[in-house]
């Protein structure tokens, strides 16, 4: 089971995100890829193989 976050600089909003996967043979599930916050993106994957997984955010200055 891995969870990978990926938080947005001070200051600026989480607009959009994603991952990516590195996995050795076998298949992952993504549970979540989705905003934790307005400044955070998380990803939660489960599998039976050896994986890594890394979360990006997409960020920008909000001005109502």
Same mark, same amino acid.
């Given at each position: 089971?891995?969870? @990978?976050? @990926?938080? /947005?600089? =001070?200051?600026?909003?989480?607009?959009?995100?994603?991952?990516?996967?590195?996995? *050795?043979?076998?298949?992952?599930?993504?549970? %979540?890829?989705?905003? =934790?916050? *307005?400044? %955070?993106? !998380?990803?939660? +994957? +489960?599998?039976?193989?050896?994986?890594? &997984? !890394? &979360?990006? @955010? =997409? /960020? @920008? %200055? =909000?001005?109502?």
């Amino acid at each position: 089971n891995v969870v @990978a976050i @990926a938080v /947005c600089p =001070v200051g600026k909003k989480v607009l959009g995100g994603g991952y990516t996967v590195n996995v *050795d043979g076998g298949t992952v599930q993504t549970l %979540s890829n989705e905003p =934790v916050s *307005d400044t %955070s993106w !998380q990803v939660r +994957i +489960i599998g039976n193989v050896s994986f890594s &997984a !890394q &979360a990006f @955010a =997409v /960020c @920008a %200055s =909000v001005h109502p």
